[in-house]
Nanobody, 122 residues
Framework: QVQLAESGGGLVQAGGSLRLSCSAS????????MGWYRQAPGKQRDLVAIISSSGSTNYADSVKDRFTISRDNAKNTVYLQMNSLKPEDTAVYYC????????????????WGQGTQVTVSS
């Protein structure tokens, strides 16, 4: 069984910064990609940023130049550094492990974390 656990959310003023972390645990052989998604009340869950095992990244246009995703493959951990936060960044942020191969298996699946609340006050 694989579990993802996020941390680092909270309340911050506009213009401030937060750093989210997400660690995957369990019998993991490899994780193809890890990503951060967010969901505001009444809206769909959207991609924020994603990083491959080789370090290739992709960002939503709304967070480019403000957010940075990074990854520690040895620790199966992904980070999201969020700078210049805006009230519209307020949402529950979810971590996703994409194509996670468990040890001793030949198939993969994706896993979600439980989410962490980020609130940006104006």
């Amino acid at each position: 069984q694989v579990q993802l656990a996020e941390s680092g959310g909270g309340l911050v003023q506009a213009g401030g910064s937060l750093r989210l972390s997400c660690s995957a645990s369990g019998s993991i052989f490899s994780i193809t990609a890890m990503g951060w998604y967010r969901q505001a009340p009444g809206k769909q869950r959207d991609l924020v940023a994603i990083i491959s095992s080789s370090g290739s990244t992709n960002y939503a246009d709304s967070v480019k130049d403000r957010f940075t995703i990074s990854r520690d493959n040895a620790k199966n951990t992904v980070y999201l550094q969020m700078n210049s936060l805006k009230p519209e960044d307020t949402a529950v942020y979810y971590c996703k492990g994409i194509n996670v191969y468990s040890s001793g298996t030949s198939y993969s699946r994706s896993y979600w974390g439980q989410g962490t609340q980020v609130t940006v006050s104006s």
